[in-house]
């Protein structure tokens, strides 16, 4: 088994195919668990964001890839063509620069790496991670920390929350003249619910499925905010003209028919919705009625245009950074690998210094001159720590090179001499 990485993300694969292998929250812990202890693998985490579904393993790549066909009830071929599969290395490069933000659909956002970090926490409580990607993870973090503390990778970007008010302020003259539906009460829908309290709209609302936690998140807000039961959206959905929502739901929460009553109660005044769940929550369908503009988290591309150059130029700045880490860390990994045969030849040497030193001993007690002794000494080390180098290359004879080479180099001799 070796450290591995299978997944699909925006720029691989559609909503339709990214929202089919998604893993539900709650889920995660049954699933990574399974995983982790399945034939596919021996240490897992999986990352499940609106944008990626990805399982960094130790473990065996098409096992891994069967696995979470099997688990969604996909056909494996029907997955495959959406798939990036990466061996050791690339896993480290690629879980560095996810973490910083250079693969995300908005270069630099920060929430990724928050995301990481719990998909680290969730496995840790299920028991499958391990050293190997105990180590990956940790070095992980700090890279995050430092690439976006010494470049403006972070400073540049337009997260996801920014690029929501302006797709809005596409729509409508003024966020401060709107009335705002929130649809969940999770972390996306609370950083854009910040970014849209700023703009002081005339209304805010949070609809949840319990009270308490809509509450909890309007009492965050900068300005007044009102909770709502996820079960009033039928009565209350006409009132909003901005409607964003991301919820954990595995079925749509708003369908075409609610939206068409809504419109037909505005009397067609024009609504923004903007779907930012995997699965999604709301139908595809709203998008075909002629005042509903209905946008997905796919959509996204076209308005995180603005400041690109700033944001290339810090990107290639952290790519540079990557590199130079994944170099370390790999360095670091074959440093490990070599550990366990330091610490056996230590120990073979410090036999064999006890056992001559022990003789030594023994002639001293009966008399022998000093002198006599340690030159015994002397000679009897030197021939038990050559014993096993010289016997290996009289036996392997001058055919094989690359143990005259490495002899040689240990030894710093001139190996033609």
Not at 53 to 63: A, I, K, M, R
Not at 256 to 262: D, L, P, S, T
Not at 303 to 309: A, L, R
Request: hydrophobic fraction near 45%; glycine fraction near 4%.
């Amino acid at each position: 088994m070796q450290l591995t990485a299978v997944g699909l993300n925006h720029q691989t694969a559609p909503l339709s195919i990214r929202e089919k292998l998604a893993f539900a929250a709650a889920a995660l812990p049954e699933a990574v668990r399974n995983l982790a202890h399945s034939a596919a693998a021996g240490e897992a985490v999986i990352l499940s964001t609106c944008n990626r579904t990805e399982l960094y393993c130790v473990g065996d790549t098409e096992q891994i890839i069967d696995w979470l066909a099997q688990y969604h009830n996909i056909p494996a071929e029907e997955i495959r063509p959406y798939l990036y599969t990466f061996d050791s290395s690339e896993t480290v490069r690629h879980a560095f620069r996810v973490a910083c933000g250079l693969d995300s659909m908005v270069l630099g956002e920060p929430q990724i790496l928050g995301q990481i970090k719990d998909a680290v926490r969730v496995a840790q409580e299920q028991g499958s991670l391990s050293s190997h990607l105990n180590a990956l993870f940790q070095k992980t973090f700090a890279v995050a920390k430092e690439v976006r503390t010494d470049t403006a990778v972070g400073e540049n970007s337009v997260s996801m929350a920014a690029a929501s008010v302006k797709m809005a302020e596409q729509i409508f003259p003024s966020v401060a003249d709107l009335n705002v539906l929130f649809i969940g009460a999770g972390e996306m829908i609370e950083l854009v619910a910040t970014y849209f309290a700023a703009k002081h709209p005339k209304r805010i609302a949070v609809a949840n499925r319990t009270l308490p936690r809509a509450q909890e998140l309007c009492d965050k807000l900068s300005v007044d905010a009102e909770p709502r039961l996820l079960n009033e959206l039928p009565d209350i959905l006409h009132e909003y003209d901005v409607v964003v929502s991301s919820t954990a739901s595995q079925l749509p929460l708003v369908g075409k028919g609610m939206v068409e009553r809504a419109l037909k109660k505005r009397h067609n005044l024009p609504v923004f919705l903007l779907d930012l769940a995997v699965p999604r929550d709301i139908e595809a369908e709203v998008g075909e009625l002629g005042d509903a503009y209905l946008y997905t988290v796919d959509d996204m591309m076209g308005i995180v245009q603005n400041g690109k150059d700033a944001r290339q130029k810090a990107a290639a700045e952290a790519e540079a950074m990557v590199e130079e880490k994944v170099a370390e860390f790999t360095a670091w990994q074959k440093s490990r690998q070599s550990v366990p045969l330091i610490r056996a030849l230590r120990d073979e040497g410090e036999r064999a210094r006890r056992q001559v030193l022990e003789n030594a001993m023994k002639q001293l007690a009966k008399g022998a001159s000093p002198e006599e002794v340690l030159e015994r000494l002397s000679v009897q080390l030197t021939n038990k720590l050559l014993h096993s180098p010289t016997r290996t290359l009289n036996k392997a004879g001058s055919e094989n090179s690359d143990l005259v080479d490495a002899v040689a180099q240990i030894y710093h001799l001139d190996k033609h001499g």
